[in-house]
């Protein structure tokens, strides 16, 4: 049986590594089919997954080149990227195939130039937001989060840099065409709108509109119980988690927990400001305390340290009566018993616990879990029992090995993210403040991203789902991917409010022009995550669950809370002259 940190962690490399062969391709192919139903030319499918492919690769690529190493969180960099790299495409084919509709007989460069025109800004205003949002994993503590954001936001660069330079180039070398074609004329000529699905939109835009009152408060509702359930989220992350309860390795560290101490380890260091103070019986009793105390607690399996050698050699030298199975009393007897035990057959043992100068010593508990909720109740617990009991004897506790370690990753994982989302936040409402040159368009941009990240939290509170690697990726995406939905929608709306000065109408028409793209762009990126629920590795099923929930809600939030704010707010519409001609 195998079992321990090493074999975890090897095994999670080598499963992420092989799921990925088997779920990209699955992936690729169901988006495939996705674009393939929306907009039903080759052209539709095979450009999007061209760029999407060509950027996966350059980066990964880039990773190689630089010999930069492949942590486990980096196998899920070609997932990620996905979700982000596939956007921009969509909404600029969308956009083209509603030109090439409205007069199919102009030249391909001709209504590329104009697409190109009208999106050239949105794209890449778009592309920077979400770049931001994984810049801030820069100042991750840990180098895996930091080079996950690194070549996160250098695939970004390379998707869009295909998408405003090879698909362009080739639609103004094709003929224009339009899937369905004689349908959606015949629509328009009928019901006004290219497909039912505009239609529901422009009608659902008007509805928020005349009933915006309602809507606030609904959301006010939601926002407070979703704040309510956030309350209840906590950090917890096991390596164990991350395999099929079947697997070899479930399989051996449960059998290993159930016969021996433990399959994780915490260490402590008890270190003295003098030598030989762990000859001193005081000392050595405050230790077999602590040993006595952190034993009881749950999920502890046993210690070991000098402690136990003492008294050991003290029973055997007294013909094994139990009575004396206790630290002498005398520190030259204790000195004596430690000078036998070095110069005996097994001496390795005694360097293992304490060293030579007789300052420093080793306090091994071994423990039956790896999840971090119970490993920081484990060491909290420790820390304030050496922190009473120890005072005065003049020593020093520090803390080590797997157990240690997994806990202080949690803290800098939770940490880290805190940091990534507030700063993220922060930088995509300056840089649309900026870009609209309004602070409140700016704040506008991040409401319907803050209140999805709130609904998401709120319902994983409420589930007991806790913080771990997959959940803060997918906030990750949701970040990323849901500030576009915003921007596309703030700069076809003003452009619309421009030529109509209607807010009513001007929402009618963006609902009619990128609400649309919007849905089909959630709809994609949600259907490749749905892949990801039938993979054998549990961190990307949960990652599948909440890239789906997230790209669900981004959808909802962008397309309700928008229009209602945009009721609300009266915002100066564009100068005419600075409007894209339509």
Request: charged content about 15%; aromatic content about 10%; hydrophobic content about 50%.
């Amino acid at each position: 049986y195998l079992a321990g940190r090493p074999a975890i962690e090897v095994t999670s490399g080598l499963s992420a590594m092989q799921d990925m062969r088997v779920m990209i391709p699955l992936l690729l192919a169901a988006l495939g089919m996705t674009l393939l139903v929306i907009f039903r030319t080759a052209r539709g499918v095979v450009l999007p997954l061209f760029v999407m492919g060509a950027s996966i690769v350059w980066t990964m690529g880039v990773m190689v080149l630089a010999d930069v190493p492949l942590y486990t969180i980096s196998t899920m960099l070609p997932v990620i990227l996905v979700a982000v790299s596939i956007g921009d495409s969509v909404h600029l084919l969308s956009h083209y195939y509603d030109h090439v509709l409205h007069d199919a007989h102009r030249a391909g460069s001709e209504i590329t130039l104009q697409v190109m025109d009208r999106l050239s800004l949105p794209i890449i205003t778009t592309s920077v937001t979400t770049a931001v949002g994984f810049l801030s994993l820069m100042f991750a503590q840990m180098p895996p989060f930091i080079v996950f954001g690194l070549f996160t936001m250098l695939g970004i660069f390379f998707s869009w840099l295909l998408t405003v330079t090879f698909i362009p180039a080739v639609l103004a070398l094709l003929k224009p065409k339009v899937g369905g074609y004689l349908a959606k004329r015949r629509a328009l000529r009928v019901h006004s709108e290219q497909s039912r699905l505009t239609g529901i939109l422009v009608r659902g835009g008007e509805i928020l509109h005349t009933k915006r009152r309602a809507v606030v408060f609904v959301l006010l509702g939601l926002s407070a119980v979703a704040a309510l359930g956030a309350s209840k989220l906590y950090v917890d992350s096991s390596w164990m988690s991350d395999f099929r309860q079947d697997s070899d390795l479930v399989l051996g560290n449960k059998m290993l927990n159930d016969k021996f101490q433990g399959t994780i380890f915490l260490n402590v260091v008890v270190e003295g400001d003098k030598k030989d103070i762990f000859k001193s019986p005081d000392l050595l009793r405050h230790i077999e305390g602590l040993q006595k105390y952190v034993d009881g607690l749950p999920y502890v399996g046993g210690s070991r340290s000098v402690v136990d050698y003492i008294k050991n050699m003290n029973k055997t030298l007294h013909a094994g009566d139990d009575k004396f199975n206790v630290i002498p009393d005398s520190a030259a007897q204790i000195g004596e018993y430690l000078f036998l035990f070095s110069v005996s057959g097994r001496p390795q043992q005694l360097d293992e616990m304490v060293d030579y100068d007789y300052r420093r010593g080793l306090v091994t508990f071994g423990i039956k879990t790896d999840h971090t909720r119970e490993l920081k109740s484990i060491i909290d617990e420790t820390r304030k029992y050496i922190d009473k009991e120890f005072a005065g004897q003049h020593v020093e506790a520090h803390f080590a090995s797997s157990a240690n370690n997994s806990y202080v990753w949690a803290q800098l994982l939770i940490d880290s993210q805190t940091t990534s989302i507030v700063l993220s936040k922060i930088s995509i409402l300056l840089i649309a403040a900026l870009l609209f040159k309004s602070f409140r368009m700016g704040f506008i941009a991040v409401i319907p991203l803050t209140l999805t990240t709130l609904f998401i939290a709120g319902v994983a509170g409420f589930l007991a789902i806790p913080i771990d690697v997959s959940t803060a990726l997918a906030a990750g995406v949701a970040i990323g991917v849901g500030v576009d939905y915003a921007v596309h929608y703030i700069f076809c709306y003003r452009d619309e409010l421009a030529r109509s000065g209607d807010v009513l109408l001007a929402t009618q028409a963006t609902m009619r022009r990128v609400g649309r793209t919007i849905v089909f762009n959630a709809v994609i990126v949600t259907v490749g995550f749905a892949v990801l629920l039938m993979s054998q590795f549990p961190p990307h099923v949960k990652l599948g669950y909440f890239v789906v929930a997230y790209m669900v809600v981004s959808c909802l939030m962008a397309l309700t809370v928008l229009p209602v704010l945009f009721a609300y707010s009266r915002i100066p519409a564009p100068r005419p002259e600075t409007v894209h001609a339509a």
